[in-house]
Nanobody
């Protein structure tokens, strides 16, 4: 059974940084596409970033140049480094693994204050 556990969210001022972690069990992050999504109150869940099994990375335009997705195969963990945070980045951030079936984590709250 696949489980994803996100951590690292919190309250930060605009311009600050946070690093989110997504620890996986039951599947290898190195062999699957791993993705981050976010959902702000009243909004749909939006795709943020992805890292493929080959290591290629992809970002939505809104975070390009500010966010970096990476993985540590030894820790079976995916990260989302978020720099230059903006108030509009406030959301619950979710990790997803696409191993033919999609599994979601429980989410971690990121709040950016002005």
């Amino acid at each position: 059974q696949v489980h994803l556990v996100e951590s690292g969210g919190g309250l930060v001022q605009a311009g600050g940084s946070l690093r989110l972690s997504c620890a996986a069990s039951g599947a290898d992050v190195s062999n699957n596409t791993m993705e981050w999504y976010r959902q702000a109150p009243g909004n749909q869940r939006d795709w943020v970033a992805a890292i493929s099994s080959s290591g290629s990375t992809y970002y939505t335009n809104a975070v390009k140049g500010r966010f970096t997705i990476s993985r540590d195969n030894a820790k079976n963990t995916v990260y989302l480094q978020m720099n230059s945070l903006k108030v509009v980045d406030t959301a619950v951030y979710y990790c997803l693994i696409d191993s033919g079936r999609r599994y979601w984590g429980q989410g971690t709250q990121v709040t950016v204050s002005s």
